[in-house]
């Protein structure tokens, strides 16, 4: 016969008793030490020897002095009241009323399947500790905030889509942003104070949630059928509200006047906005609409300068798009812009080309107390900009958009051995043509020493030979500078130099095509400008390009034949048709080889030649190049 042995389940239940009730106390307080409580007293029902006092019950874990001096004197007090250690008679412990309060509500509540798996494990002796299966959270339906981000690129797609004299359902980046803008309070462009994020990080969102489908390159973003449904919900909700509070809304002057608003509304649909589509799919006008007219009406009723400037540029650089015009759509007058330095995000990068964090052009700028803005620059790594001086306006968090144009100095950076690499891989000479024809007429070449020339897998002859040609073919402006510092002490100077030059000029925006009819006079009182949104699409390297581009493009590709002589030849032909049709011309086939050869390009208006010539015959009208 095997030999019992006893065990006692609760060898210390006078520890146990007050160890529960303060854990209760705290836990209806509300207090954190219900937690500390709670593990002591599991720590001691763990333990399975009686416990003379509470300094013996230091050995136990979660058992600090606190506590232990707390069980002493409840063991003197239970002591002195029944004159033993013992436990006597111990009470029931109550649930605090609470606690009694919930159990009671939960007892009132109908029978359900829940509960009877809760008994069946009782019953069948399942143990509480297990792990107890987390429901799965349903993922809230995406609702973006009235006038966010997501908001306004739903809308303008969705707009665009119910548009009946258009064909495509698509837009691209820079025109998507330009139609969003008004309908976002965060700017597109500039991150909002203490984040790197802009109202277009809401596309990334929009096109995860499947929303918006981004295709090509350049990307084009286009609406999904879900995306349609919540730009429908969108406007519905904005219908929803009532018209009371709509028209408490309005000014005095356009609810005792409705020719103001209807004005003002027509004002809104004939400027950026765009949103007037949404009027003619089958839709009352919404309080987004309303909202956007009370705007208006206020800025016609208080005639406010700015409202008037904005209005007319809107205006003329509509009338100058349809007619070919140059009508500035906005002009910065002398005090009200400052000039800012440009520098690409690339530069700013310490180690990709090894430099180190302190001796980057970033921080070397910041030693010579230049304000800069680091930005991504399709063409060039350093420019100038005119950008306006904005005010705060009351009522709204962020400032207004800021007018910006491009001044006509762009900086080309090249150390002497990215120099030679880009001549090994092609980049020379493809930059050097994106940056001739990006629109600024006073394009800069830097060229950084770095080490020994001697030892660059191209030879130092071709290196100084491609410095001079781009001086003396490419008609640039060639500065050497011999280290960092000096890169940043020539920009620092250039900065100032540019600073006092355009400070007291009257500036006007214009196309990109005036631009380039007209030459850079930096002693006049006024100049014509791109604006940057302008200059950087035109600039951009994937962009959709035209016949004209391409076929410069493929001509460059001949060994012998640079950017200007390219650029001359397209000039005269702009597509390959119109050079075939100019060779059929032509019976004998000495003259079609040497059709080309007395065209003039560059400034020196050199002769291409006969030997450029030949060969671009050959290219298109032999099928045996041998």
Known sequence: MKRIKSINKNPNPLFTLWLTQWRDEAAADGKQTQYTYSKALSSLRKYPLPLPNGEAAKVLHCFGDKICKMLDGKLKQHFAEFGT???VDLPVVQP??????????NADKPFSHQDSSKSMSLDTGESDSEPKQKKKRKNPEYVPQYRSGGYALLLTLHSQNLKDDSSQDWLGREELQRLAQ???DASFSQPTAGSRYTAWSSMSTLVKKGFVIKEGSPARYSLLTSGSSLAVKLLAAEDDISADSAHCSMPKTARENGEILSTASSAVSSSVCSMSDLHHAKKQ???LNVRSATFTVQTETDSSPAYTESYAGSQASAASSESGLSIPSFTLY?????????????????????ESKKTSIYQELRNNNVDFDVRKLQVGDFLWIARERVQPVAGQLQLPL???LVLDFVIERKRMDDLAKSIIDGRFR??????????LRRPIYLVEDYGSIKHFSVPEKTLKQAIINTEIISEFFVKRTKDIKETAAYLTIMTRYIQKTFSTMVLESCTRDVLKRTDLQLSCSGQQLMTFSDFDSCSVKNRLMTVTEVFAKQLMQISGLSSEKALAIVQRYPTPARLMQAYEALTLCSEKEAMLA??????????????ISKVIYMLYCKSDLK
């Open 85 to 87: 250690y013992d436990p």
């Open 96 to 105: 605090h009323p609470s606690a009694a309060a919930a159990k009671k509500s």
């Open 182 to 184: 008004p309908l976002s």
């Open 285 to 287: 006008a919404s309080p």
């Open 334 to 354: 002398p005090g009200n812009f400052d000039v800012v330095l440009c520098v690409d995000v690339g530069e700013t990068r310490p180690g990709d080309r090894g």
């Open 402 to 404: 800021a007018k910006e």
């Open 430 to 439: 493809e930059q050097k043509f994106r940056l001739k024809n990006c629109g």
């Open 598 to 611: 007395k065209l003039k390009h560059g400034a020196s208006k050199r002769n291409i030649g006969p030997t």
